[in-house]
């Protein structure tokens, strides 16, 4: 069955410093989607990051980067340098269904609290 | 674009009452969906439809939840009774598949989700 566990409830750190939210996922197709969104304190679901089965890359954006690895199927988000504005509750999410839109399974969320 | 518009924002109604939800997708996307937050269970998915059609309707809790889709740029969640337990936000997002030679399909894009209604029933 397919699932996503996001291990860390909530995480706080001091300003400046860099944290990494882990995610796992499970799914018995090849080929799906990972994503991350944010959902800051207004509410609202933020895209930040799709990645396909096939791709394998890290990606880095700016203070933001991802470690994608299909081996321990995990798709890890790091920010570093972290500012009060990146306080915020992440939520990883994968989508099986290639081809058909995405529907979107989602993590419990990560609250991360980050401290000036 | 302005994104998935949802209305109203914040809804409070007495238990028993009929509730409507409101949706307009991105101009252009075929894919909508109605997603639920809550503490205890998250963000799931409720409904979603391509098309105007429902494709999957597995995540709607009871009869009491309905959902439609009248055209390509609206679609309404009602719930008739509403119950105190189905307090949440409530999300609408939308989606399309993406192409990377016209007419050639390679993939999902991600969800745009719309701001959600909170809804309190009391």
């Known amino acids: 069955a397919q699932k996503v566990t996001q291990a860390q409830t909530e995480i706080s750190v001091v300003e400046k410093e860099d944290v990494t939210l882990d995610c796992v996922y499970e799914t018995r197709d090849t080929t799906y989607y990972l994503f991350w969104y944010k959902q800051p304190p207004s509410g609202e679901l933020v895209f930040l990051i799709r990645?396909?089965?096939?791709?394998?890359q890290n990606e880095i954006s700016g203070r933001y980067s991802w470690n994608f690895q299909k081996s321990t199927s995990s798709f890890n988000f790091t920010i570093t340098a972290s500012q009060v504005v990146d306080s915020a509750v992440y939520f990883c999410a994968l989508s099986e269904e290639y081809n058909q839109g995405g529907k979107l399974i989602f993590g419990q969320g990560t609250e991360l609290s980050v401290k000036p | 674009d302005a994104g998935v518009i949802q209305s109203p924002r914040h809804e409070v109604t007495e238990m028993g009452q009929e509730v409507t939800l409101r949706c307009k997708p991105i101009?252009?996307?075929?894919?909508l969906f109605w997603y639920r937050q809550t503490m205890m269970r998250g963000l799931e998915l409720l409904i979603y439809?391509?098309?105007?059609?429902?494709?999957?309707d597995s995540g709607m809790p009871e009869d009491r939840f309905s959902a439609k889709m009248p055209n390509a740029s609206f679609s309404t969640l009602k719930i008739q009774p509403s119950e105190p337990r189905d307090s949440a936000v409530y999300f609408c997002?939308?989606?399309?598949?993406?192409?990377?030679?016209?007419?050639?399909?390679?993939?999902?894009?991600?969800?745009?989700f719309g701001q959600g209604t909170r809804l309190t029933v009391v």
């Open positions: 101009s252009g996307h075929d894919y």
């Open positions: 439809f391509n098309n105007n059609v429902p494709i999957d």
């Open positions: 997002a939308s989606s399309t598949l993406y192409t990377e030679t016209v007419g050639y399909v390679v993939g999902n894009t991600e969800a745009f």
């Open positions: 990645r396909n089965s096939f791709d394998e």
